[in-house]
């Protein structure tokens, strides 16, 4: 039987929202204490702590070394990808922030400016962030597998006065350059008549150096003569990040993130979700350049005087599908977070868990996953061979920390597999219909949340709060609209199934489907086409692309698909992993021209389904059936 303490912060947290938030921003130093939660004059765009002010990198690193844990560890890089490694205390950690703080205000970067970062997973990475929020400037991190003209459509949207980068990110099977992805980006954004960034700053890494050209600084040269830079105060509703993310059209939606909602909201998720604390050492195995990485290997960890891992390597093949549990192990890791896609590779490689044994895991007492559906024969997997909880967790880009999950740190729930928990506090979600009708307890539907978000959540799109409105809020007014469907079943529990739009999720990194079709409608040899995506047991899901030749293609389909695979990997990069497309003599469509791609993806995932009445040629979906069906 659990405690109920869950169940009374939930119900506090809905009944008097004023009185939990006020109390959970106590966990954050304010330059300024907010004497008011949430300010909703301008609903439904709402906003948290109006009054506050704060700085974000001195509460994550400047008061650690003020209360006496400047020597603890707090950042530990291990890179099996380059055999580096590497350990910043957190007064290290403070002395470069401050530095690179100092260096980007010596070119130009004031409060309010924005930065994009362009790196791989090193300590560097840590640190720019870091010294963005220390100036109150407003980070853009750009995940490394995007190509050149992902990068320039959110340097245009940013209009960043500064580019970090480096000379090259590691893959296990090839460098990656990263100056000649920036150089081509910022031709594209030259070319569209977008701002350009006056500087961009180059981290040298041994791997693989970069030849400068003029214009391009070299990261050590402009640190060296810099003078570190105090923490600027910054309103709690100022943003501290800007982080794109796919939305069902090819341009990616840049979700905001405020300083003030974000700090409370995340340090109360570390201490009530993950029960982590100062001193735990805590592993997430994701990316900066996703909001998991944003928010649990970056800020949340050491918003809590914790040590956070940051590892520059895969899941298998660096150099073995024990590499998980030599780090976990090396360091004592208390909590490790990860995508189940990252246990499918390991399980695919190591059934039997045989590496698991040859290291301590002694102190590792959870596993949490989230970023896909974590299918149960996963979940049994993994707690079965590791012998600990395995905790499912739900939530997006837009909402910066967990929706549902089980509170670890506050009442350890019981797991129901398949099952991402109990809504936390703060999220009033909602099962509704087409018409916006609440769903009765196991009846599948859309996923809603009353509003307001709490904090944490995004306040608007950048530069855009109109298709904020338009994308989450328009759909069931008084609502956000998640983009996923599931149920809530009689004890409450949230089972989320998949998303609803044409964002797809593949090896936990999310996708634009309606990008993909962008680039496949641009050969002169299509007339139409549509990517879906398809059950994939690795990695989840896989797009697959159908496309109709245009009268008189003279093109073989084989040529034609190397082609299409070769402009999604150019276009959108080799994270989309687009391998497979197939040419059709049409698509099914509605009278009024709807490609019916729901309807195509349920065929293709084994689901039995309604053909819509409005469909215009029956056929078309019979003649498509046995290319839907996955190749065996
Ligand atoms: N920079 C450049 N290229 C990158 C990259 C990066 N940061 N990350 C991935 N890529 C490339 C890969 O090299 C690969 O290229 P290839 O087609 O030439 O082989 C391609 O993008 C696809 O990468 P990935 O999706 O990682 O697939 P994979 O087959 O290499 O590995 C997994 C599969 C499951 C091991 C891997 O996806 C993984 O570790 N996933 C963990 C999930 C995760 O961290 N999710 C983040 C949200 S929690
Ligand atoms: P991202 O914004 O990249 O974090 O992706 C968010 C999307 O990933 C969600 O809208 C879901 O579709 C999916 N997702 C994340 N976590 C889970 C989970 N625990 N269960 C099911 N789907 C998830």
């Known amino acids: 039987m659990g405690t109920g303490a869950y169940r009374e912060q939930y119900r506090r947290s809905l009944d008097d929202p004023e009185a939990f938030w006020l109390d959970a921003a106590r966990a954050v130093d304010w330059v300024r204490p907010p004497t008011v939660a949430l300010d909703d004059t301008a609903a439904p765009l709402y906003r948290w702590f109006p009054d506050g002010q704060l700085n974000t990198a001195a509460n994550a690193l400047d008061r650690h070394v003020d209360a006496g844990r400047g020597e603890q560890d707090a950042l530990v890089w291990d890179s099996p990808v380059t055999g580096g490694s590497a350990r910043y205390s957190y007064r290290r950690l403070r002395d470069e922030v401050a530095t690179l703080a100092g260096a980007l205000r010596s070119l130009g970067v004031a409060k309010g400016d924005r930065v994009v970062i362009y790196l791989p997973m090193v300590p560097e990475a840590v640190v720019a962030m870091l010294a963005c929020a220390r100036l109150g400037a407003v980070h853009s991190v750009v995940f490394g597998g995007f190509a050149p003209k992902e990068l320039a459509a959110r340097i245009a949207d940013a209009a960043p006065k500064v580019v970090l980068t480096a000379s090259c990110g590691v893959e296990p099977t090839r460098v990656v350059e990263y100056v000649p992805i920036v150089r081509e980006a910022l031709q594209l954004v030259r070319d569209e ?37 105090d923490p600027v105060p910054v309103a709690a509703t100022d943003p501290l990040y800007v982080l794109y993310t796919s939305g069902t059209t090819g341009k990616p939606k840049g979700v905001v993130r405020d300083n003030g909602g974000h700090a409370v909201a995340l340090a109360w998720s570390m201490s009530a979700v993950y029960g982590i604390g100062p001193g735990d050492v805590w592993w997430t195995a994701s990316d900066v350049g996703w909001v998991v990485g944003h928010s649990y290997i970056v800020y949340a960890p050491l918003l809590v005087g914790a040590t956070t891992v940051l590892y520059e390597g895969k899941p298998v093949g660096t150099p073995d599908a024990g590499a998980f549990w030599r780090v976990a192990s090396q360091y004592g890791v208390h909590a490790l977070f990860t995508a189940p896609t990252a246990l499918r590779a390991i399980k695919r490689v190591d059934p039997d868990g045989a590496e698991i044994g040859r290291y301590d895991l002694g102190a590792l007492r959870t596993l949490f996953l989230a970023g896909e ?20 967790h739900w939530w997006q880009t837009e909402t910066g920390w967990p929706i549902a999950a089980n509170p670890r740190g506050l009442e350890a729930l019981p797991v129901k597999p398949g099952s991402a928990t109990v809504p936390m506090p703060g999220w009033d979600v909602r099962v509704l219909d087409q018409a916006g009708r609440e769903q009765p307890a196991g009846r599948e539907g859309a996923i809603a949340v009353r509003l307001p978000l709490p904090p944490g959540s995004l306040p608007t799109l950048w530069g855009d709060d109109e298709r904020f409105v338009a994308s989450y809020l328009s759909r069931y007014p008084g609502y956000y609209l998640s983009g996923d469907s599931g149920y809530v079943d009689s004890d409450g529990y949230l089972f989320v199934m998949g998303r609803t739009d044409d964002v797809i999720n593949v090896a936990g990194h999310r996708l634009s489907t309606g ?56 276009e959108i990069g080799p994270v989309a992993g687009f391998r497979d497309v197939a040419v059709v003599d049409a698509l099914p469509k509605t009278r009024s021209g709807k490609i019916l791609r729901a309807t195509m993806r349920g065929i293709a995932d084994g689901r039995e389904v309604t053909v819509p009445s409005t469909i215009e040629d029956p056929t078309v979906l019979d003649r498509l059936r046995s290319a839907l069906r996955p190749p065996s």
């Open 193 to 229: 008549g977008a701002t350009e960034p006056a500087h961009v700053v180059v981290l040298q890494r041994d791997t693989a150096r970069a030849e400068l050209r003029d214009g391009e600084l070299d990261w050590n040269e402009v640190v060296a003569s810099a003078a570190p830079a």
């Open 373 to 392: 559906r974590l299918d149960p024969q996963t979940y049994h997997w993994a707690s079965e061979r590791l012998g600990i909880p395995v905790v499912d």
């Open 515 to 570: 990008a993909m079709e962008a680039v496949l409608a641009a050969h002169p040899a299509v007339a139409e086409c549509a990517v879906i995506g398809v059950a994939d047991p690795l990695k989840g899901q896989l797009p697959r692309g159908f496309v109709v030749l245009k009268a008189g293609a003279d093109i073989s389909e084989e040529q034609l698909a190397k082609e299409l695979v070769a402009a999604v990997r150019a």
